[in-house]
Protein backbone atom coordinates (compact mmCIF):
# COMPACT_ATOMS: atom_id res chain seq x y z
CA UNK A 1 0.00 0.00 0.00
CA UNK A 2 1.37 3.69 -0.42
CA UNK A 3 0.87 6.05 2.00
CA UNK A 4 -0.56 9.47 0.51
CA UNK A 5 -0.58 12.20 2.47
CA UNK A 6 -3.27 14.60 1.86
CA UNK A 7 -4.16 17.66 3.74
CA UNK A 8 -7.82 19.01 4.45
CA UNK A 9 -8.63 22.29 5.43
CA UNK A 10 -11.71 24.45 4.89
CA UNK A 11 -12.55 22.57 1.83
CA UNK A 12 -8.80 22.34 0.05
CA UNK A 13 -7.26 19.35 -0.62
CA UNK A 14 -2.99 19.44 -0.91
CA UNK A 15 -1.54 16.47 -2.23
CA UNK A 16 2.33 15.15 -2.25
CA UNK A 17 2.26 16.36 -5.80
CA UNK A 18 0.94 19.76 -4.83
CA UNK A 19 3.32 19.95 -1.78
CA UNK A 20 6.50 19.09 -4.01
CA UNK A 21 5.49 22.14 -5.80
CA UNK A 22 4.88 24.50 -3.28
CA UNK A 23 7.42 26.31 -0.42
CA UNK A 24 6.13 28.23 2.56
CA UNK A 25 7.79 31.46 3.51
CA UNK A 26 7.27 31.08 7.49
CA UNK A 27 8.54 33.89 8.41
CA UNK A 28 8.19 37.41 6.36
CA UNK A 29 7.85 41.17 7.51
CA UNK A 30 6.04 41.73 4.66
CA UNK A 31 4.43 45.16 6.82
CA UNK A 32 8.20 46.61 6.21
CA UNK A 33 8.46 50.28 4.38
CA UNK A 34 11.23 48.27 1.94
CA UNK A 35 7.79 46.36 0.75
CA UNK A 36 5.35 48.91 0.31
CA UNK A 37 4.74 47.98 -3.01
CA UNK A 38 3.55 44.49 -2.07
CA UNK A 39 1.81 42.78 -5.04
CA UNK A 40 4.69 42.46 -7.66
CA UNK A 41 6.35 41.00 -4.86
CA UNK A 42 3.59 38.56 -4.04
CA UNK A 43 3.48 38.02 -7.74
CA UNK A 44 7.33 37.22 -7.79
CA UNK A 45 6.68 34.46 -5.20
CA UNK A 46 3.57 32.97 -6.88
CA UNK A 47 5.78 32.32 -9.91
CA UNK A 48 8.84 30.83 -7.81
CA UNK A 49 6.72 28.45 -6.24
CA UNK A 50 6.08 29.86 -3.09
CA UNK A 51 2.54 29.83 -2.86
CA UNK A 52 2.05 30.17 1.10
CA UNK A 53 3.52 33.07 3.33
CA UNK A 54 3.27 33.89 6.73
CA UNK A 55 3.16 37.39 8.02
CA UNK A 56 5.02 38.75 11.04
CA UNK A 57 4.51 41.04 13.71
CA UNK A 58 6.90 42.90 15.66
CA UNK A 59 4.32 45.17 17.49
CA UNK A 60 0.32 45.75 18.26
CA UNK A 61 0.53 47.79 15.44
CA UNK A 62 2.28 45.74 13.33
CA UNK A 63 -0.01 42.59 14.33
CA UNK A 64 -3.08 44.90 13.01
CA UNK A 65 -1.43 45.66 9.72
CA UNK A 66 -0.31 41.66 9.09
CA UNK A 67 -4.05 41.04 9.58
CA UNK A 68 -5.40 43.62 7.20
CA UNK A 69 -2.63 41.92 4.34
CA UNK A 70 -4.36 38.70 5.46
CA UNK A 71 -7.68 39.82 4.46
CA UNK A 72 -6.54 40.91 1.30
CA UNK A 73 -4.32 38.18 0.29
CA UNK A 74 -5.56 34.20 -0.04
CA UNK A 75 -1.67 32.97 0.35
CA UNK A 76 -0.80 35.35 3.34
CA UNK A 77 -1.29 33.89 7.12
CA UNK A 78 0.02 36.17 10.16
CA UNK A 79 1.25 35.89 13.33
CA UNK A 80 0.64 38.84 15.83
CA UNK A 81 3.10 39.68 19.04
CA UNK A 82 5.69 42.07 20.32
CA UNK A 83 9.12 41.38 19.15
CA UNK A 84 11.77 41.11 21.85
CA UNK A 85 13.36 44.47 20.78
CA UNK A 86 10.33 46.36 20.63
CA UNK A 87 8.54 45.04 24.15
CA UNK A 88 9.28 47.63 26.26
CA UNK A 89 7.59 50.40 24.07
CA UNK A 90 4.79 48.11 24.50
CA UNK A 91 1.60 49.36 27.11
CA UNK A 92 0.20 47.10 28.80
CA UNK A 93 -3.24 47.74 26.61
CA UNK A 94 -0.82 46.35 24.08
CA UNK A 95 -0.23 43.39 25.06
CA UNK A 96 -4.37 42.91 25.94
CA UNK A 97 -5.30 43.42 22.65
CA UNK A 98 -2.39 40.79 21.59
CA UNK A 99 -4.09 38.56 23.31
CA UNK A 100 -7.81 39.55 22.25
CA UNK A 101 -6.08 39.90 17.98
CA UNK A 102 -4.51 36.03 18.31
CA UNK A 103 -8.10 34.76 18.47
CA UNK A 104 -9.18 36.80 14.96
CA UNK A 105 -9.23 34.22 12.08
CA UNK A 106 -5.94 34.26 9.95
CA UNK A 107 -3.66 34.11 12.97
CA UNK A 108 -1.61 30.77 12.93
CA UNK A 109 1.32 31.67 15.20
CA UNK A 110 2.67 34.37 17.99
CA UNK A 111 5.38 36.17 17.74
CA UNK A 112 7.57 37.27 17.25
CA UNK A 113 8.72 36.83 20.61
CA UNK A 114 12.30 35.50 22.20
CA UNK A 115 15.56 37.39 23.07
CA UNK A 116 18.18 39.36 22.32
CA UNK A 117 21.29 40.92 23.67
CA UNK A 118 22.60 42.15 20.13
CA UNK A 119 20.64 45.10 19.97
CA UNK A 120 20.48 46.33 23.78
CA UNK A 121 16.59 48.08 23.38
CA UNK A 122 15.09 46.86 25.86
CA UNK A 123 15.86 45.80 29.14
CA UNK A 124 16.80 41.87 29.88
CA UNK A 125 14.04 41.55 32.59
CA UNK A 126 11.42 43.11 29.60
CA UNK A 127 12.45 40.78 27.20
CA UNK A 128 12.05 38.01 29.63
CA UNK A 129 8.57 38.96 30.85
CA UNK A 130 7.26 39.14 27.43
CA UNK A 131 8.98 35.97 26.20
CA UNK A 132 7.04 34.61 28.98
CA UNK A 133 3.60 35.86 28.29
CA UNK A 134 3.78 34.40 24.53
CA UNK A 135 4.86 31.12 25.92
CA UNK A 136 1.87 31.47 28.41
CA UNK A 137 -0.40 32.59 25.43
CA UNK A 138 0.88 29.24 23.51
CA UNK A 139 -0.16 27.26 25.99
CA UNK A 140 -3.81 28.71 26.18
CA UNK A 141 -4.65 28.82 22.55
CA UNK A 142 -2.44 26.26 21.51
CA UNK A 143 -0.85 28.28 18.35
CA UNK A 144 2.88 28.09 18.00
CA UNK A 145 5.46 30.41 18.88
CA UNK A 146 7.45 32.19 16.42
CA UNK A 147 11.04 32.66 18.54
CA UNK A 148 14.17 35.13 17.62
CA UNK A 149 16.84 34.52 19.81
CA UNK A 150 20.21 36.68 19.12
CA UNK A 151 23.47 35.85 21.20
CA UNK A 152 21.92 34.40 23.62
CA UNK A 153 20.73 31.16 22.51
CA UNK A 154 21.53 29.05 25.61
CA UNK A 155 19.20 31.26 27.79
CA UNK A 156 16.59 30.94 25.21
CA UNK A 157 16.80 27.47 25.34
CA UNK A 158 16.92 27.62 29.03
CA UNK A 159 13.31 29.43 29.21
CA UNK A 160 12.11 27.19 27.05
CA UNK A 161 13.17 24.20 28.74
CA UNK A 162 11.83 26.14 32.10
CA UNK A 163 8.51 26.50 30.48
CA UNK A 164 8.02 23.52 29.02
CA UNK A 165 7.41 22.20 32.99
CA UNK A 166 4.09 24.10 32.73
CA UNK A 167 2.90 22.29 29.17
CA UNK A 168 3.94 21.73 25.47
CA UNK A 169 6.12 24.32 24.36
CA UNK A 170 4.96 24.45 20.81
CA UNK A 171 7.12 26.41 18.01
CA UNK A 172 10.16 27.46 15.63
CA UNK A 173 13.06 28.98 16.45
CA UNK A 174 13.42 30.88 13.56
CA UNK A 175 16.12 32.42 11.59
CA UNK A 176 18.60 30.05 13.34
CA UNK A 177 22.38 29.92 13.82
CA UNK A 178 23.64 27.80 16.42
CA UNK A 179 24.69 26.65 18.54
CA UNK A 180 23.96 22.93 17.47
CA UNK A 181 23.32 21.89 21.34
CA UNK A 182 20.81 24.78 21.17
CA UNK A 183 19.21 23.39 18.30
CA UNK A 184 19.29 19.52 19.88
CA UNK A 185 17.78 20.92 23.53
CA UNK A 186 14.70 22.78 20.57
CA UNK A 187 13.98 19.05 18.94
CA UNK A 188 14.06 17.53 22.15
CA UNK A 189 10.88 20.17 23.60
CA UNK A 190 9.40 19.24 19.83
CA UNK A 191 10.15 22.66 17.98
CA UNK A 192 10.85 22.77 14.85
CA UNK A 193 13.87 24.72 13.21
CA UNK A 194 13.60 27.36 10.70
CA UNK A 195 16.75 28.60 8.16
CA UNK A 196 16.77 32.01 6.44
CA UNK A 197 19.23 33.78 3.94
CA UNK A 198 22.18 33.53 6.53
CA UNK A 199 22.34 29.95 6.15
CA UNK A 200 23.66 29.81 2.22
CA UNK A 201 26.24 32.83 3.28
CA UNK A 202 29.89 31.32 2.60
CA UNK A 203 31.35 32.00 6.35
CA UNK A 204 28.01 29.76 7.81
CA UNK A 205 30.02 26.41 8.20
CA UNK A 206 28.36 25.75 11.74
CA UNK A 207 24.66 26.73 10.93
CA UNK A 208 25.38 24.45 7.78
CA UNK A 209 26.32 22.10 9.54
CA UNK A 210 23.69 22.18 11.71
CA UNK A 211 20.54 22.38 8.63
CA UNK A 212 22.77 19.30 7.65
CA UNK A 213 21.19 17.31 10.61
CA UNK A 214 18.04 18.34 11.43
CA UNK A 215 15.25 15.71 10.92
CA UNK A 216 13.56 15.79 8.17
CA UNK A 217 9.93 16.61 9.74
CA UNK A 218 11.36 19.44 11.83
CA UNK A 219 12.99 21.49 9.34
CA UNK A 220 11.41 25.13 7.72
CA UNK A 221 12.21 27.66 5.19
CA UNK A 222 11.73 31.36 5.83
CA UNK A 223 13.21 34.66 4.16
CA UNK A 224 13.06 37.35 7.25
CA UNK A 225 11.99 39.89 3.89
CA UNK A 226 13.07 42.26 4.09
CA UNK A 227 16.75 41.60 5.77
CA UNK A 228 19.68 38.52 4.78
CA UNK A 229 18.51 38.18 1.25
CA UNK A 230 20.13 34.76 0.57
CA UNK A 231 23.02 33.85 -2.11
CA UNK A 232 23.75 34.46 -5.12
CA UNK A 233 21.39 37.63 -4.25
CA UNK A 234 23.14 38.47 -0.69
CA UNK A 235 23.82 42.33 -0.24
CA UNK A 236 20.71 43.17 -2.08
CA UNK A 237 18.09 44.93 -0.73
CA UNK A 238 15.04 44.08 -0.11
CA UNK A 239 14.76 40.43 0.35
CA UNK A 240 11.57 39.29 -0.38
CA UNK A 241 9.55 35.95 -0.59
CA UNK A 242 10.46 34.42 -3.94
CA UNK A 243 13.61 34.22 -2.82
CA UNK A 244 13.03 31.54 -0.50
CA UNK A 245 13.43 29.54 -3.28
CA UNK A 246 17.13 29.96 -3.01
CA UNK A 247 17.45 29.09 0.33
CA UNK A 248 15.64 25.97 -0.27
CA UNK A 249 17.83 24.86 -2.71
CA UNK A 250 20.87 25.64 -1.18
CA UNK A 251 19.38 23.26 1.35
CA UNK A 252 18.41 20.63 -0.70
CA UNK A 253 22.03 20.16 -1.87
CA UNK A 254 23.47 20.25 1.44
CA UNK A 255 21.31 17.98 2.64
CA UNK A 256 21.77 15.58 -0.23
CA UNK A 257 17.69 15.94 -1.50
CA UNK A 258 16.53 16.75 -4.85
CA UNK A 259 14.27 20.37 -4.44
CA UNK A 260 11.03 19.07 -4.85
CA UNK A 261 11.65 16.31 -1.89
CA UNK A 262 12.78 19.17 -0.01
CA UNK A 263 9.94 21.32 -0.96
CA UNK A 264 7.51 18.43 -0.12
CA UNK A 265 9.16 18.04 4.00
CA UNK A 266 9.01 21.96 4.90
CA UNK A 267 5.71 22.42 2.98
CA UNK A 268 4.18 19.60 5.00
CA UNK A 269 6.30 20.74 8.20
CA UNK A 270 4.80 23.79 7.82
CA UNK A 271 1.22 22.92 7.73
CA UNK A 272 1.70 20.69 10.55
CA UNK A 273 2.73 23.45 12.87
CA UNK A 274 0.75 26.01 11.62
CA UNK A 275 -2.39 24.55 9.98
CA UNK A 276 -2.72 24.44 6.56
CA UNK A 277 -5.00 27.05 4.17
ZN1 LIG B 1 11.81 38.37 11.93
Known sequence: MIAVS????????????ELANMIVDTHAHLT???????????????????????????????????????????????????????????????????VGLCREE?????????LDK?????????????????LRLSRETSLPVVVHTRECAEETLGILMEEAGLGPVNG??????????????????????SFAGMVTFKNAKE??????????????????????TPAPHRGKRPNHPALVAYTLEFLAELRGVSKSVLAEQTTANAFRLFGNW
Not at 6 to 17: D, E, H, I, K, R
Not at 106 to 114: D, Q, S, Y
Not at 178 to 185: L, N, T, W
Open 106 to 114: GVVALGETG
Open 32 to 98: DKNLTELQPFLTQAREAGVGRIIAIATTLEDSRQCLELVARHDELRAAVGIHPNNCCQAKESDWEEI
Open 207 to 228: IQEIAAQIPEDRILVETDSPYL
Open 172 to 193: VMHSFTGPQAVADGCLELGMYI
Open 6 to 17: VYYNAGTLLSVF
Open 118 to 134: YWDDCPWEIQVDYFKRH
